[in-house]
């Protein structure tokens, strides 16, 4: 568990020695495959496990999957549906457990060294090695990604967690003048928009979209080092405390500007309610962007962003990643490597992370053709980073054993669903989930 508990301190120590002004270098990748002249490499086939299914999503992988073809590879699509990843880790279990595991899988996280202490996954430290990883990647970002010493995963981005989307039509109609920066004025707005005739919060009602909007509550009501005490640490005295009391009491009373609809929506149907002026507000990670940006919407114009109230100087980071599976075939391995340097490549960081939504894990990168959203991501990451505001999502698999992850998240599922579970209950529940 040190692992887990260290995490976002160790990041920010990282950071720090890193991130200042280190200018982007040109990526030390292999060259492109030759053009015509040379003999044609033989066409592996590399099956990937990925859940970017929705609207938006799948225009990001489709970024992988011909990066992987450029270098003369075949892309076999393993995409399992299912926000949040819950889905395709059942289903990658079972694949696994039959001895027949894919080339490479979404997984990230403390998940990453369970799959490592399971014997199963490969070095790609050639690669990594060859390409100056350690320098390219904030510290703590290389060492999850890493088993023994070796390179088991490459990360892919930064996803910030602790956001809050809008309608800016929904808002002016409602006399709503501004994005709301604290719980207190967030409910002003709400309540405006309620009268309007609009949803005032789009949700959907899946216990790690449930748990999303908790761990935003609980980072914008305690702040982060409460936050890291309770849900990082998982300290019994923070879950008991009465900042607990008020960030469930701040969670329940969110449900009442959700519409009956919301049990069992997927996130980016509930983004869509955003999207089609039918809610104002949702809280939720920025692959949310990813679906404003396909709808062909701006920030600023179609769409806003902000941080969740209260959040501001803090930032719940998410970083997608890739383990590789042990393989016999030679050309898979290889095939492996050429994922995980088109993975880092700077190319395939620029691009992917434009229509993911998240930024580029590759420290310095330029940010100049990103969007506003991205923007304030990147420097808020490097802020928040040198304040203690930066850290780990329990939602999105960051800081916490999955087995135990689930078990808080069902908790507070369970209070978010039965209105008649009273908070002092759920701080009971939360504690012996997280015991
Ligand atoms: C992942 C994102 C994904 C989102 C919705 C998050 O946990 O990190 O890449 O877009 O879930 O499935």
Known sequence: ???????????????????????????????????????????TSVEVLHYWTSGGEPKSAAELKAMLEAKGHEWKDFAVAGGGGDNAMTVLKSRAVSGNPPTAAQVK?????????????????????AEKWDELLPKVVADVMKSNGNYVAAPVNVH?????????????????????????????????????????????????????????????????????NALVKLDPAAIASPTMTKALTTFRKLKGYTDSASTGRDWNMTTAMVIGGKAGFQFMGDWAKGEFTAAGQKPGEGFLCAAAPGTANAYTFNVDSFIMFKLKDEAAQKAQGDLASAILSTEFQ??????????????????????????????????????????????????????????????????????????????????????
Request: aromatic share 8%; net charge negative.
């Open 1 to 43: 568990m040190k692992f887990t508990h260290t995490f976002g301190a160790a990041l920010v120590a990282a950071l720090l020695a890193t991130a200042c002004g280190k200018k982007e270098e040109a990526a030390p990748v292999a060259a492109a495959p030759a053009p015509a002249a040379a003999p044609a490499p033989a066409r």
């Open 109 to 129: 996280g403390p998940a990453i060294q369970e799959w490592a202490n399971e014997g199963m996954l490969a070095s790609i430290d050639n690669v990594a090695q």
């Open 160 to 228: 910030r967690v602790n956001w809050m989307w809008a309608n800016p039509e929904v808002l002016k109609q409602a006399g709503v003048a501004a994005m709301p920066k604290t719980w207190d004025e967030f409910f002003v707005a709400a309540d405006k928009i309620k009268k309007s005739g609009n949803v005032a919060l789009a949700h959907g009602g899946q216990n790690w979209q449930d748990f999303t909007v908790f761990e935003s509550v609980v980072l914008g009501v305690g702040g982060p080092e409460f936050y890291t």
């Open 350 to 435: 620029e691009v992917f992370n434009q229509n993911k939504g998240s930024i580029p894990v590759r420290l310095g990168h330029d940010m100049a053709k990103f969007d506003d959203c991205a923007k304030l991501s990147a420097t808020d990451f490097v802020e928040t980073a040198k304040s203690g505001g930066l850290v780990p999502s329990i939602a999105h698999g960051m800081a916490v054993e999955p087995a135990k992850a689930g078990a808080i998240q069902d908790a507070v599922t369970q209070f978010w669903n039965d209105d008649k579970l009273s908070v002092a209950e759920a701080q009971k529940r939360i504690a012996a989930a997280a015991k």
